[in-house]
T-cell receptor, first 111, second 112 residues
Framework: GENVEQHPSTLSVQEGDSAVIKCTYS??????FPWYKQELGKRPQLIID?????GEKKDQRIAVTLNKTAKHFSLHITETQPEDSAVYFCAASKTGNQFYFGTGTSLTVIP | DAGVIQSPRHEVTEMGQEVTLRCKPISGHDYLFWYRQTMMRGLELLIY????????DSGMPEDRFSAKMPNASFSTLKIQPSEPRDSAVYFC??????????FGPGTRLLVL
């Protein structure tokens, strides 16, 4: 099956700085890559996703880039705010429904 | 829309007891997923259904776990007998075909 690795496991940034989280995947057939945000004690919620026919996607302060050749994708958060503090999960899928999740990155934004 | 509904939200039970977790997916969604989340193993897909039919149960840890989806609006995940290592947060999620998976609030299970 698919193997998704996520780094770093923890990340602390000053408010206003950028945060970058990276994921690699093993199955070259994977073509859908969502990112989920999970606040403490809450459910995971989709924040952005990208399909393999696109190299980059942006939504306000959040962007995701995909390098199919290298089989890695990254989440970029600019101008971080305290409310961005959460655990972020990447995932990969080749069917669009069976997701393989990374192990999560705990992001702390220091005011 | 109320979103995905799970019950109970918290469950404390003793080792050996049967535990049943319940999920109501979003109306119109044809995929339903059961996940388990622990600190050690992260988010693991246990089983998923398409149009009420189990498609892949390879993530179910062992025979003590079983899941059913008798109709499009209800699914159960049962653990019998429960063990302390089953303690985790269990999430149900639903989606429309190959779309965003919407997670329920989760059931926090503690097996003593």
């Amino acid at each position: 099956g698919e193997n998704v690795e996520q780094h770093p496991s923890t990340l602390s940034v000053q408010e206003g700085d950028s945060a970058v989280i990276k994921c690699t995947y093993s199955d070259s057939a994977s073509n859908y890559f969502p990112w989920y945000k999970q606040e403490l004690g809450k459910r995971p919620q989709l924040i952005i996703d990208i399909r393999s026919n696109v190299g980059e996607k942006k939504d306000q302060r959040i962007a995701v880039t995909l390098n199919k050749t290298a089989k890695h994708f990254s989440l970029h958060i600019t101008e971080t705010q305290p409310e961005d503090s959460a655990v972020y999960f990447c995932a990969a899928s080749k069917t669009g429904n069976q997701f393989y999740f990374g192990t999560g990155t705990s992001l702390t934004v220091i005011p | 829309d109320a979103g995905v509904i799970q019950s109970p939200r918290h469950e404390v039970t003793e080792m050996g007891q049967e535990v049943t977790l319940r999920c109501k997916p979003i109306s119109g969604h044809d995929y339903l997923f059961w996940y388990r989340q622990t600190m050690m193993r992260g988010l693991e897909l246990l089983i998923y259904f398409n149009n009420n039919v189990p498609i892949d149960d390879s993530g179910m840890p062992e025979d003590r776990f079983s899941a059913k989806m008798p109709n499009a609006s209800f699914s159960t995940l049962k653990i019998q007998p429960s063990e302390p290592r089953d303690s985790a947060v269990y999430f149900c999620a639903s989606s429309v075909t190959t779309g965003t998976q919407y997670f329920g609030p989760g059931t926090r299970l503690l097996v003593l």
